[in-house]
Structure formats: structure tokens, C-alpha cells
């Protein structure tokens, strides 16, 4: 029982040990667990600081760069803004009073917006904008009738100021004050309406909306913008601007007019400014407290610009009816081009405009079967010349060099057609132009030199025109789409030049004038006439073969004798016009034109660039013929001349820069003299003669000189040549001993009059000398020394076959020209009259070339 007892003691006692065991293990368990659960909620805590302080610096981090990025796109957004809006509101619509003056504005352009004030927003500030011409209606409101007022005086001033002169008509109607409210603008005779015109007013408008509408309609169009911006040149229509200052509600009639008015009156450039009434369909203004919304601009507050100063409302409003007194200005010369060049044939015509009639269209300028050619006329200063130039770029802008080829001839002194040929300062030239013909009003050679060159051409196309049985140009080109039949467009310029005199020059001018009008308008040859004197003009009256071919008449202010007798427009005309007349002056073809400034540099320029740098491949700049001015010799280069050698003594008058040559061969006479008193010319004759001859193969030269003026001329001469000797009076004898050879040999005397003795043995060397291969090219300073040198006054001249006359008569010319009486030469400066006997039958006129240009 006791081992019993003790065996359950010792079994209990160790069922508890073990179970404090037990228990002590799961409590070691429970704080271990217990260590490791407060280590991760302090590891939780820990990192959950962390986060949120990385949360709290990303969330600053992103606030930053979020209010960063607001702040620089919002700048940049207001720049935008203040850039569209210095756009859409450019120069007197958006300039403050302080800076502000009218601007023209560009042509064909979209009326802009209008400042009223001015935004911030972000420290930027802009301008205020809201919208008028052929955009809305505007009403404006509020409780402070001074800044109401103050609103509508700025927008009128700002649309007045960015308009032309006459593209905005404006009316008042303002019962209460009867006109005083904008009193400011009354210098520009608008129209106030008083307490009783509200409704008639608005019947006129409806109805005009309703012309307007038809006019619309009936080019297809939407809007009477859209017809402005398809139209070449001013409004077809001014806008209507109505400005309706109600002091109480309108009658039901007036407020139904008013809704049409609100409804159509914008596509129709109808446009009303209302105070007072409440309207629906126009852009609200309400003002307050210096500030104003707009339905423009929503909830934004635009900061209200000072009414603009009345004196200066008025200084323009007087300003711009002067301008309207004056008339409109030139019109621009880039108004005439097409919106693409040289897109247009010439095979059927020439059409061309020149500028604006009364109504602002373009007045186009025919040439071609009818009319063929034009007759312009107008006193010295009336504008002859700009309109020139405004017909030639009108015409070169719409047909290509191969279509228009043009000659100009300008007679009076002075360089009107320069400018189309290449210069100094302006490498550029104009396409078409073929020849142009400056100063050579003392050169009437030149002009029927032209005339022959047009003569020849003319034969040219009527045979060809004969071999394709065609009667026009147009039928030529059609059959002969190969060829290169341009219209040719001659302008001569103060033509009664050529014309005046009893001279054989007048003689064959008249005929190639009449065969040229009679017969170049099927072949595609115009001629255009002009002057500026009455004798000139006249010039043709008594020629009614001629005169009744230039069926177009231009005639400028104060012209005379261009027009019908009955018809007087061009005497009430005013500058910067023209009277365009295709019926031969008869007064009902009258069409007035307004001329643009075409005569401006800068504009010229700008269309002469751009048509050169659309030039053909092979367009060769045009020869300039200066009448003033003095050619240089060409430079010649050595070659084997195939035929007899050619001496050449200067510049023909030609449409072709040719020299004038002499052929040396073996033949009697082959000799030249140089006749008269002016030594530099006659040395640089000898000079030119000399070194073309040494360009033509080897040769030999004798030059004599025994006059101190033109030994410095000589001499030169003498070391430019390749072979050469020099002789004076000291070794003349050796001169006329030189035994000739295979080789030319040439002497070239220098006064050979004052050579003493050896005249037997200079005729016979002038005999016989070309037969054997030696020429003399000398000078004599008249023909009576000449003679004397030859023999005396019954001596045959024979022996001289060609001569060249510097400051000699025409009448002691006589002995060696077979014109009876001698030739019809009046001398004049760096000119001279050239006759070669085997190859003219009357003197040619030539230009000695420079030579010596140190020559004193």
C-alpha cells in the first residue's frame, strides 16, 4: 500500500515535472514568439515611417514638378495666346492708344479682332479681343454710360484705323444726344439718324442686305467675305457699320427688321453696335467697374482701355477724309500679276490688265487681230512712262519668253527701259526683252534699223504662214508647233523722231511703219506708239494709212490728239489715270483706269527678279544699245581668216551689236580714208582697224605719224602690234621701198596730209599697192587735202575705195559718194559715216569703237 502510494507520488510528481517542462517550453515558445512579433511591428513601424516620409517627399516631389510644368505651360500658353492675339488683332487693332496709329491693311487679308482692354492672367498680360468685321455684332452694356460709350469710341476708332479709306460706312442712330455721342467722328460725313429714322433705316438695311445676298448668290459664294476675298482689287462692297445707341425698348416692327438685320447682316458686311436694347445674336459686352466679359472671352476680366482722346479721334477722322477727297492712290503693281506666271498663250492675243476701273475691277488692255496696235499720248509728267512699265510687267508676268518677245526704242534723252537689262547694281533682266534702245534721240539709225529687223521678220512669217497655207499666227503655230513664233511687242518712245525731218531716214520709217500696221497684226507683230508732245502725234494724222491701223488709244491726263476730237475724258481725268479707248477714240469706248506706281524701284524690282530667276535654259540677257554711250573694242583672238582679211573700224547701228568691216583683198582700191579734224576718233579708228587686221593672221605694219597730237596714239599702237615699224619724216623714203611679200602689208598713216613730199609715190602706191597685198589706211583731216594728196581738184579718187567721214559736211563728201549732191550727213559727236563702194550703195552710220582710252 505504501509502495503503492509512493509509486503514484513518484508517477505524479513526474507527470508535473514534465508538465512544467512542458509549460516552461511553450512559454519559452510564447516569448520568443512574442520577441519576434514586437521585432516585426517595430520593423512595420520603421518601414511604414519610411514610406510615408517617401511618400510625403514623391507627393512634394510630384507637387513641385506638377505646379512647375503649370507654371512654364502656362506661360507658355499665355505666350500663345498673346502671339495668336497679336495675330488675330495686328497693328491699330491692337496696339495701346499710347503707341497706336492707322495701318494699311494687306490686300486680299481678313479683318482681324479689336482691343478693348487688357487680360492677366499668370503675370502675363494681353490684349482683350473681340470680334466686328465680318465676324459680329456687338452689344454693349452696363450701368456706367461713360465707359459703354468709351468701348464703342474705341472699336470704331480701331476699325476705322485698320481699313482703307471708304471700306467702312458708318451710321448713328442716337436719338437722346441726337449725334453727340460720337461727335468725336463726325469729320468723316457719317450718317446721324434722329428720333424718327430708326425704321426707315432699317428697311434701307434690310434691303441692302438683300442686293448684297443676290450679288452672293450669284457668284456662289457664302458670304459676301468670301466674294471679297475671290475679288482682285478693293471691296465690291464698303462695310456697314450701324451703331444704335437705344435710350428705350423698340417697337415690335423695328425689333423684327432688327432680328433680320442680326441674322443675315454679317455674311452680308452688315454690322451693328448696339447700347441699350437687349438683343440676341451679337457678341455681349457687359462693362463694370472698369472691366468688362465678353462672351469672347467668358468669366475672364478684361481691364478696360481709356476711351481713345477726342482730339485724336478727330485728327483722324479729318485725315482720313482728305485721303478720300484726294481720291484712292495708285494702285500696286503686284495687283496686275497673276497668281501663277506664264500660264497664259498669246496665240489668240495679248490681254493684259493695267489697273482698276471706277468700280474695282481690272480694265484689261488688248493687243492682238483687234485692236493690232496702240497709240499712247500724254503731256511731259502725266505718267507716260509708269504706265509703260505697268503695261510691260502685266504682260511679261502672263506669257512666257516664248510666247512675248519685246523691242523698246526710247527717243528722248534719258534711260527709261535700263531697267530691263542687266546693270551695276542689278544683275537681273527681263526675260522678253529682245533689244532695248536708250538715248538715241540723235540715233534715228537705230530706229530704222529696228524697224528693218521687224520688216525682215514679218517676210519671215508670211512665208511661212504661205507654206502652211495659215492666214494667222494662230494657224502658223497651230501647223508649225515647232517653230518659235513669239508675239512681238515694239514700243517706241517719242516715235515723231523718227519721223520728223525731209530725210530719206523719214522716207523709209513712214514705209516700214505703214507695211508693219498693215500687215503685222496677222503675223503676230504689234507696234505701240507713244509722246508726249502734240506734234508728234500729229505727225501721224496726215498719214491716214497709218493712223487708222492703231485702233487703241491710251490716253493720260491733259493728252491732246489721241482721243476723237468730241472726246474730252482725258482733260478732266485725274493723275495716276488713264483713258483706255479700243474703238479709235470714239467717246463711247471709254474705260477710265487708275494706274498702279509701277515706276517704284523695289516694286519692279521684285517682279523683274522673280521672272528672271524663272527664265528659260539658253535666255540670253537682251542687247542694250546706249546712244551715250561708247563701245569698247571687242577682243580679238588670232585666227586664219579663209577669205579676204576685214579691217574693222567700229560699232554698226544695228538690233545686232556687229562691228563694221572692210574686206583688203587684191581688188583696185582696197585702201581706206579717215576723214576729218577730231583725233581721238580718227586714232581710234586707225587703232581698231590695225589690231583686228593682226587678229587675222600675220601681217606687217608701217605706221607713220607726223603729227604731235596723235603720236601718243601711234606709238601704243605700234608696241600692241605684233610686227611693226615706225616711220617719220626723217625715213619716209624707206616707207614706199618695202618690197612686198607673201604676207599683207599694211600702212597705217597718221595725217597724211602733213607728210611732207612722196605724194607721187603714195598715189601709186594707193594704185597699185592692193594688188600686192599692201593697203593704206590713212587719215586726212579733209576731203580737199585728199584730193591735193591725189593729185589735185581734177584727179580721179578712184584709188580710194572705202572712207570713213568724222566732222566732214555732207555736201563736201561729194566727190567720193555716188549720192548726188553727197550724202545727208550732219556730223555729231563719236559718229561717223562709213562707205565701202564695193559693198554699199548709199553711207551707213557707225559708232568708232574706244580704243585709246588715255587718248587726250
Not at 528672271?612 to 585666227?639: H, I, K, N, Q
Amino acid at each position: 500500500m505504501g509502495s503503492h502510494r509512493i509509486a503514484l507520488v513518484e508517477a505524479v510528481r513526474h507527470e508535473l515535472a514534465e508538465a512544467r517542462g512542458t509549460a516552461r517550453a511553450v512559454l519559452a515558445a510564447a516569448e520568443s514568439a512574442r520577441a519576434e512579433a514586437q521585432r516585426r511591428r517595430r520593423l512595420v513601424r520603421d518601414a511604414y515611417a519610411t514610406c510615408l516620409n517617401q511618400l510625403a517627399e514623391a507627393r512634394d516631389a510630384a507637387r513641385e514638378d506638377i505646379e512647375r510644368r503649370f507654371r512654364a505651360e502656362s506661360n507658355a500658353l499665355a505666350g500663345s495666346v498673346g502671339s495668336l492675339a497679336a495675330l488675330c488683332a495686328p497693328g491699330a487693332a491692337g496696339s495701346s492708344w499710347r503707341m497706336w496709329s492707322p495701318t494699311e491693311p494687306e490686300r486680299g487679308g481678313r479683318p482681324g479682332l479689336l482691343r478693348i482692354g487688357t487680360l492677366s492672367f499668370e503675370h502675363t498680360t494681353m490684349p482683350g479681343l473681340v470680334p466686328l468685321l465680318d465676324a459680329a455684332h456687338l452689344h454693349v452694356s452696363g450701368d456706367d454710360r461713360i465707359a459703354v460709350d468709351g468701348v464703342i469710341s474705341g472699336v470704331l476708332l480701331r476699325a476705322l484705323g485698320t481699313t482703307r479709306p471708304g471700306d467702312v460706312r458708318l451710321t448713328v442712330y442716337d436719338p437722346e444726344r441726337l449725334g453727340g455721342t460720337l461727335a468725336a467722328f463726325a469729320p468723316l460725313g457719317l450718317t446721324f439718324v434722329g428720333p424718327g429714322g430708326l425704321g426707315p433705316m432699317l428697311d434701307e438695311l434690310v434691303e441692302h442686305i438683300c442686293r448684297v445676298n443676290e450679288t452672293v448668290l450669284a457668284g456662289e459664294f457664302e458670304s459676301l467675305a468670301e466674294l471679297t476675298a475671290a475679288t482682285v482689287g478693293p471691296r465690291p462692297e464698303p462695310w456697314r457699320v450701324v451703331v444704335l445707341l437705344f435710350d428705350a425698348e423698340i417697337a415690335p416692327a423695328q425689333r423684327a427688321q432688327l432680328d433680320r438685320i442680326l441674322r443675315a447682316g454679317v455674311a452680308c458686311g452688315v454690322h451693328l453696335i448696339i447700347r441699350g436694347a437687349t438683343v440676341d445674336g451679337a457678341e455681349r459686352i457687359v462693362v463694370r467697374d472698369g472691366t468688362a466679359t465678353t462672351d469672347t472671352t467668358g468669366d475672364l476680366p478684361i481691364r478696360l482701355d481709356p476711351p481713345p482722346p477726342a482730339e485724336r479721334v478727330r485728327a483722324f477722322c479729318r485725315g482720313v477724309a482728305e485721303r478720300l477727297r484726294e481720291g484712292p492712290p495708285p494702285a500696286r503693281l503686284a495687283d496686275l500679276e497673276p497668281e501663277k506666271i506664264w500660264a497664259t498663250s498669246s496665240a489668240r492675243g495679248l490681254v493684259a490688265p493695267i489697273g482698276y476701273g471706277p468700280d474695282g475691277a481690272l480694265i484689261e488692255v488688248p493687243l492682238g487681230d483687234d485692236p493690232p496696235h496702240a497709240l499712247i499720248g500724254g503731256p511731259s509728267g502725266s505718267g507716260k512712262t509708269n504706265l509703260l512699265y505697268a503695261w510691260l510687267g502685266s504682260l511679261c508676268a502672263r506669257y512666257d519668253p516664248s510666247e512675248l518677245a519685246l523691242y523698246l526704242l526710247d527717243f528722248k534723252e534719258g534711260v527709261s527701259f535700263a531697267r530691263f537689262t542687266p546693270g551695276p547694281r542689278d544683275e537681273s533682266w527681263l526675260p522678253h526683252v529682245r533689244l532695248a534702245g536708250i538715248n538715241v534721240n540723235n540715233d534715228r539709225e537705230f530706229g530704222l534699223a529696228l524697224l528693218r529687223h521687224l520688216g525682215d521678220e514679218l517676210r519671215n512669217r508670211a512665208q511661212a504662214a504661205k507654206r502652211h497655207e495659215a492666214t494667222k499666227l494662230a494657224e502658223l503655230r497651230a501647223e508649225d508647233p515647232g517653230g518659235q513664233w513669239p508675239r512681238i511687242v515694239a514700243v517706241i518712245d517719242e516715235f515723231q523722231v523718227l519721223l520728223s525731218g525731209r530725210d530719206a531716214v523719214a522716207d523709209e520709217a513712214v514705209t516700214l511703219l505703214e507695211d508693219l500696221a498693215r500687215r503685222g497684226r496677222s503675223q503676230g507683230i504689234h507696234l505701240v506708239l507713244a509722246s508726249q508732245d502734240v506734234s508728234g502725234i500729229e505727225a501721224l494724222w496726215g498719214r491716214a494709212g497709218l493712223i487708222s491701223q492703231f485702233t487703241l488709244r491710251i490716253a493720260l491726263p491733259k493728252a491732246r490728239r489721241i482721243l476723237a476730237e468730241n472726246n474730252l475724258a482725258a482733260a478732266v481725268i485725274p493723275r495716276f489715270h488713264a483713258v483706255v479707248n479700243t474703238d479709235s477714240g470714239v467717246a463711247g469706248a471709254n474705260q477710265i483706269v487708275r494706274l498702279p506706281d509701277a515706276s517704284d524701284r523695289v516694286s519692279w524690282r521684285t517682279l523683274q527678279r522673280r521672272l528672271w530667276r524663272s527664265r528659260p535654259d539658253g535666255c540670253e540677257p537682251p542687247r542694250l544699245f546706249d546712244g551715250d554711250a561708247v563701245p569698247r573694242l571687242p577682243v580679238f583672238r588670232m585666227t586664219e581668216s579663209g577669205s579676204s582679211p576685214g579691217a574693222v573700224l567700229g560699232e554698226r547701228i544695228d538690233v545686232a551689236a556687229r562691228p563694221a568691216r572692210l574686206r583688203l583683198g587684191r581688188m583696185p582700191g582696197r585702201n581706206l580714208a579717215v576723214l576729218g579734224t577730231r583725233v581721238g576718233e580718227a586714232c581710234d579708228i586707225l587703232a581698231a582697224a590695225a589690231l583686228s587686221l593682226a587678229a587675222q593672221g600675220p601681217a606687217h605694219f608701217s605706221v607713220v605719224c607726223t603729227l604731235p597730237e596723235a603720236q601718243h596714239a601711234a606709238a601704243r599702237l605700234v608696241a600692241e602690234l605684233p610686227e611693226a615699224d615706225w616711220y617719220d619724216e626723217s625715213d619716209l623714203a624707206q616707207l614706199f621701198e618695202v618690197i612686198p611679200d607673201e604676207i599683207p602689208h599694211y600702212i597705217l598713216g597718221y595725217a597724211l596730209d602733213a607728210v611732207p613730199g612722196h605724194k607721187d609715190r603714195l598715189r601709186r602706191m594707193l594704185a597699185d599697192g592692193p594688188s600686192e597685198r599692201t593697203h593704206v589706211l590713212g587719215w586726212w583731216r579733209s576731203v580737199a587735202r585728199l584730193r591735193d594728196d591725189l593729185g589735185g581738184p581734177g584727179a580721179r579718187l578712184d584709188a580710194i575705195g572705202a572712207w570713213v567721214a568724222l566732222d566732214v559736211q555732207g555736201a563736201d563728201l561729194g566727190p567720193l559718194c555716188p549720192v548726188p549732191g553727197g550724202p545727208a550727213w550732219y556730223p555729231r559727236s563719236r559718229r561717223a559715216l562709213f562707205f565701202d563702194r564695193s559693198v554699199h550703195r548709199v553711207p551707213e552710220v557707225i559708232v568708232p569703237y574706244e580704243v585709246n582710252r588715255d587718248q587726250p
